[in-house]
């Protein structure tokens, strides 16, 4: 049974700083292009960043590009979104996804995790 569990989410306020992190069981990681999303309330779910099976290539939303850093550890199954200069709309659920196929915003993923919740006060 596959598992993506997301963590550390919180509270931060606005310029501060999280990371996020997503432990992966029951795949081959490795195998994986992943990605993070996030869905704000009352808005459809957006892409933030993706980082191919190797770790060599990663894409990123205009919006957090400079910002934010994805990054994997494939001995550890677990992929990272480091937050940086956090802004109030940063603001949402952050998800967690795997894909075999597709890297980049297009992902659409074989499997998600359950979300974290980010809020960034001003």
């Known amino acids: 049974q596959v598992q993506l569990v997301e963590s550390g989410g919180g509270l931060v306020q606005a310029g501060g700083s999280l990371r996020l992190s997503c432990a992966a069981s029951?795949?081959?990681?490795?195998?994986?292009?992943m990605g993070w999303f996030r869905q704000a309330p009352g808005k459809e779910r957006e892409f933030v960043a993706a980082?191919?099976?190797?770790?060599?290539?990663?894409y990123y939303a205009d919006s957090v590009k400079g910002r934010f850093t994805i990054s994997r550890d494939n001995a550890k199954n677990t992929v990272y979104l480091q937050m940086s200069s956090l802004k109030p709309e940063d603001t949402a659920v952050y998800y967690c996804?795997?894909?075999?196929?597709?890297?980049?915003?297009?992902?659409?993923?074989?499997?998600w995790g359950q979300g974290t919740q980010v809020t960034v006060s001003s």
């Open positions: 996804a795997a894909d075999r196929r597709v890297v980049g915003s297009t992902m659409k993923g074989d499997y």
């Open positions: 029951g795949l081959t990681f490795s195998n994986y292009a």
């Open positions: 980082i191919s099976e190797s770790g060599h290539i990663t």
